[in-house]
């Protein structure tokens, strides 16, 4: 056999080798489109449900150090959401600060 002809045989075999992994490699793809697709139709579909939960901060002392130091930290526990809750985000944070006078009337948030 001639090294032209063992090449040529190489080459092919890697070339077949290299097109099978290719076919593998889009079938599994097809998948992934699947996964996007059922992403979608969860978070595009009308069954979300956005529930609100307020808050009412009334401990002297937790008001005396948001005073002191700007920062105040809310924490809500999902056995304090209802139990059909499995998971939960946070999408917004609204603040009233009842009663709050300032020199400068502007809050930031930093959720």
């Known amino acids: 056999m001639s090294a032209e002809v063992f090449c040529a045989e190489q080459v092919s075999a890697s ?19 699947n996964y996007r697709n059922r992403y979608e139709q ?26 002191a130091t700007h920062d105040l930290a809310l924490r809500i526990d999902l056995d304090e959401l209802p139990t059909s809750r499995h998971e939960a985000k946070a999408e917004a944070v609204y603040l ?10 502007a809050v930031t948030l930093i959720v």
């Open 15 to 33: 070339l077949i080798q290299l097109l099978g992994e290719y076919t593998a490699s889009w079938s599994r793809f097809v998948g992934v489109v």
């Open 42 to 67: 969860y978070f595009l579909g009308a069954n979300l449900v956005h529930d609100i939960k307020f808050l009412s901060i009334t401990d002297p002392q937790t008001l005396a150090d948001f005073k």
């Open 96 to 105: 009233a600060l009842v009663g709050v006078t300032a020199a400068a009337p």
